[in-house]
């Protein structure tokens, strides 16, 4: 069954840490690029970053450059999303995709991406 699952999003006070996990079963997700993606109530969804599948180029959207980082373990299958100092605007529900472009491109538009995990909460409150 080809399906992507994230996991590992939580509640956490302003300026902690959280890293989610993106694993993918049924295909290689190297292969593929991978973006992180979020959606807070009442707002458009928005990209976070992504990683190309090759050689696993990155790209940080301006609102959390500096505190996320992504990186891949080819071995888990899987990619991950380095949350450091969030904030409480970082609060919604964050999304793995991948896109079936080209290998070794990091893409930023939603449209660009084809297969959908279900998407894991994550809350920056005191």
């Known amino acids: 069954q080809v399906q992507l699952v994230e996991s590992g999003g939580d509640l956490v006070q302003p300026g902690g840490s959280l890293k989610l996990s993106c694993k993918a079963s049924g295909f290689d997700l190297d292969i593929y690029p991978t973006g992180w993606f979020r959606q807070a109530p009442v707002k458009a969804r928005e990209a976070v970053g992504c990683i190309s599948g090759r050689r696993a180029k990155t790209f940080y959207a301006d609102p959390v450059k500096g505190r996320f980082t992504i990186s891949r373990d080819n071995g888990k299958n899987t990619v991950y999303l380095q949350m450091n100092s969030l904030k409480p605007e970082d609060t919604a529900v964050y999304y793995c995709?991948?896109?079936?472009?080209?290998?070794?491109?990091?893409?930023?538009?939603?449209?660009?991406?084809?297969?959908w995990g279900q998407g894991t909460q994550v809350t920056v409150s005191s």
């Open positions: 995709a991948i896109s079936g472009g080209l290998r070794d491109q990091c893409y930023v538009p939603a449209r660009e991406y084809d297969r």
